[in-house]
C-alpha cells in the first residue's frame, strides 16, 4: 500500500495536470484488480475455511501476476533506497566538513527522476505483458518431441531397438480440455511407440475431468501397452476415482509394484512407485523403491517410473538402469543464458538427462501446468526413447 502510494505519488506528471489526473485513476483501477481477492482469502480464513482457497476464482494466474508486481516493487523499493542514500551523503559530508568551505552544487532536476520512474514502471509492464503473452502461448501448445536414444551395455539383444513414449503431467482440467488431450493422443499415436509410460498427474484436483480423460485416452495404442503410476495431483483429485479411470482408458496402473513386458525374447521390468504422501526435497523414497524390487522377477532389464525424481538418487544405488520422471514441469520458467529454473527450488533434477553412477535418468517438462497456465523458455515435451545396446554416455 505504502509503494501504491509512492508511485501514485511520483508517477503523474505535475506539468500536465490532465494527463496525471487519469494516470491516477489508472493505478488505482490497476491496485483494485490486483488486489481484491485478498478480500475473497481473508474470508474463507476468517470463516475457518481456509482449505477451500483454491476456489478463489483464477487464484494461480493472480498470483503469478502478484509475484510479477511483488518483483516489480521490490525493485521499486532498491529504488526509494538508492534515493534515499544518494540524499543522506551529502548531508552526512556536511556534517563532517563543518567549517569547511561549501563548494556549490549543481540543483537536482526532481522532474528527471520523475520521468525515469515512470518510463522503467511502463517498459517493465510492457515487458512483463509480452513475456507473459509469450508464456501463456507456450503453455497452450501441442508438446515438443524429444527424441533420444538411451545406450546400456547390458541390454537384452531382444530389447534393442526398443522404441518407448513417455508421457508425464497431462494435468486434465481447466487448462488441459478434452480437445487438446485428443491432440495429445492423435500425437503420440502418430509416432507409433511399442510402449507408453505414463509418469502420473493425469488429472488436475477436479474429478469431472476424469471422464474427458477416459475418452482422450482410451485411443491411446501401443503393442506393449500403456503403463501408468499416480502423481501428487491424482491423490488431489482422488486415488479411487483415477485409478479407475486409467484402467478404464485401457492402462495398466502400478502402485508400488511391477509389469512385465516381453520383446524378441527377452523381457522388461517395470517398477512402479507410488507418489508420497510425506515427501521432502529429493525425497529417495527408499522404501517404495525397495518394495517394488522385492516384487520383481529375476535379474531382468528395469526400468523404473517414479513421478518425483529424487527417487533416482536410490535407483542408482540399487543399481536401476533406467528412471523415468516429472512433476517439475522444468519449474515453467526457465532462463537459458544463466541456465536458472524456477524447478531448482525444488529438485537438482529439473529436466533432461542425467548420467549417475552407470544408471540414467530423464525428467520430463511435462504436458499441462500447474495452476500458472505459462511456461517461459520452457515448452511442453514428451519423449520418444529407442533403447540400445551400447556404452553409457558420459556423466
Known amino acids: ?4 502510494l509512492y508511485l501514485r505519488e511520483r508517477l503523474p506528471d505535475p506539468a500536465r495536470p490532465r494527463l496525471a489526473r487519469a494516470v491516477r485513476w489508472g493505478l488505482a483501477l490497476v491496485f483494485v484488480v490486483f488486489n481484491f481477492q485478498w478480500l475473497l482469502i481473508a474470508r474463507r480464513i476468517v470463516t475457518g475455511s481456509a482449505a477451500s482457497i483454491g476456489a478463489v476464482p483464477l487464484l494461480a494466474p493472480w498470483i503469478a501476476f502478484q509475484l510479477l508486481g511483488w518483483v516489480f516493487l521490490g525493485l521499486v523499493s532498491l529504488y526509494v533506497l538508492a534515493k534515499g542514500i544518494r540524499a543522506a551523503v551529502p548531508a552526512l559530508r556536511a556534517l563532517l566538513r563543518r567549517g569547511e568551505p561549501r563548494v556549490p552544487t549543481a540543483p537536482e532536476t526532481p522532474l528527471s527522476r520523475r520521468r525515469f520512474l515512470a518510463r522503467a514502471t511502463y517498459a517493465y509492464a510492457a515487458a512483463g505483458a509480452a513475456l507473459s503473452a509469450y508464456g501463456i502461448a507456450s503453455a497452450y501448445q501441442l508438446p515438443e518431441v524429444t527424441r533420444r536414444a538411451l545406450f546400456f551395455p547390458e541390454l537384452p539383444p531382444g530389447l534393442d531397438g526398443l522404441t518407448i513414449l513417455h508421457l508425464s503431467d497431462l494435468h486434465a482440467g481447466l487448462h488441459m480440455e478434452e480437445d487438446k488431450m485428443q491432440e495429445v493422443a492423435a500425437l503420440a499415436n502418430r509416432l507409433k511407440p511399442e ?20 475418452r482422450a485416452f482410451r485411443d491411446l495404442s501401443a503393442p506393449l501397452g500403456v503403463v501408468t503410476v499416480f502423481g501428487n495431483h491424482d491423490y488431489y483429485t ?8 486409467v ?21 522388461l521390468t517395470l517398477l512402479g512407485i507410488d507418489d508420497p504422501h510425506n515427501w521432502r526435497t529429493d525425497d529417495p523414497q527408499t522404501e517404495a523403491v525397495d518394495a517394488s524390487l522385492s516384487a520383481a522377477p529375476g535379474n531382468l532389464f528395469r526400468i523404473l517410473l517414479a513421478h518425483r525424481p529424487g527417487a533416482f538418487d536410490t535407483a542408482r544405488v540399487r543399481g536401476i538402469p533406467l528412471t523415468l520422471a516429472g512433476h517439475i514441469h522444468g519449474g515453467q520458467i526457465y532462463l537459458p543464458v544463466v541456465g536458472i529454473s524456477a524447478g531448482s527450488l525444488i529438485t537438482k533434477y529439473v529436466m533432461g538427462h542425467f548420467v549417475r553412477n552407470g544408471s540414467q535418468l530423464y525428467v520430463s517438462r511435462g504436458i499441462g501446468v500447474v495452476g500458472v497456465p505459462i511456461r517461459i523458455f520452457c515448452p511442453p515435451e514428451i519423449e520418444l526413447f529407442t533403447l540400445r545396446r551400447g556404452p553409457l554416455p558420459a556423466a
Open 247 to 267: 484402467r478404464d482408458a485401457g492402462e495398466v496402473f502400478i502402485k508400488d509394484g511391477v509389469h512385465v513386458v516381453s520383446r524378441g525374447g527377452a523381457e
Open 1 to 4: 500500500m505504502l509503494l501504491f
Open 195 to 214: 510402449l507408453i509410460l505414463q509418469t502420473g498427474d493425469m488429472i488436475d484436483y477436479d474429478p469431472r475431468y476424469i471422464p474427458r480423460f477416459v
Open 238 to 245: 482422488g486415488e479411487t476415482l483415477v485409478a479407475r479411470g
